[in-house]
């Protein structure tokens, strides 16, 4: 056990974060599941541990730097140095979304529309914060083991850093950020070795936007057929398609070479135009 690898994943309560914990679990990783929800960590750690393999839940909160610290101390401590981060914690706010996907005249006087011009500056800085400084101050805690001995650093970009999606301008730009800044960390961290990349899934069904895909009734909703109308593959990903990925991205044998790219896994969804 102790010469495991240890792995670290933040928002590892969600459905592709456990997905991937899942997969490093057996891939020989001891794997450490971070989430704001500890219940949610716990649970996807149970099904890890059910299988026999290597799997620890802890509660944190990516953007309080000295909680990160302290269980990075724990994981220190108990399990050794972590070689692994995958900074997965990420998400949108209501507050910040629109309620058409153009404006039109009159809307900025209405008070039933929510337009670009009733977007709440608290709810950007939000979703600024959770996507891009959760993916920063994670980096400076976990990367700290990896300056002797190098490590992986995976990075969960979106296809809204390719093409901003209609409605939600903040997660849009935020992930921008992400993609943006793992190549400014690939460029940094290249003297020691640690590898910076992204992975950007395309559209995949998850408990944060199922609500946004389907009805109540499980129907699809216009938002739905919209997204696989632009998805030439014409279907939803499932979360183990993106696993393929990310074994590549942290497998130092055969992407030894790869640092400060963004992965598209979208149904081929970045490459088609609409017409």
Known sequence: MENQKI????????????????????????????????????????????????????????????????????INSQHGSVSLLING?????PKCTTDKEKY???????????????????????????????????????????????GCIINISSM???????KIPAYSAAKSAVSNLTQWLAVHFAPVNIRVNAIAPGFFVTAQNKSLLFDNNGNPTER?????????MARFGRPEELLGTLGWLCD???SGFVTGITVPVDGGFSAYSGV
């Open 160 to 166: 809204n850093a390719y093409r901003p999606l209609t």
């Open 7 to 74: 792995a670290v994943i933040t928002g590892a309560g969600g459905v592709l974060c456990s997905c991937f914990a899942r997969f490093l679990a057996s891939q020989g990783y001891s794997v450490m599941l971070l989430d704001l929800n500890e219940n949610a960590a716990a649970a996807a750690a149970k099904q890890i541990t059910d299988a026999g393999l290597s799997a620890y839940a802890y509660a944190a909160n990516v953007l309080d730097r000295a909680m990160l610290t302290k269980v990075k101390n724990r």
């Open 89 to 93: 914690a990420g998400g949108n706010s």
């Open 252 to 254: 130092g044998e055969s």
């Open 224 to 232: 739905t057929k919209k997204i696989l109308a632009a998805t030439p």
């Open 104 to 150: 039109f005249e009159g809307d900025i006087d209405s008070a039933d529309v929510k337009s670009f011009f009733d977007l709440d500056a608290a709810g950007f800085e939000f979703v600024f914060n959770l996507n891009c400084l959760g993916t920063v101050i994670p980096t400076q805690v976990f990367a700290q083991d990896m300056l002797c001995d190098g």
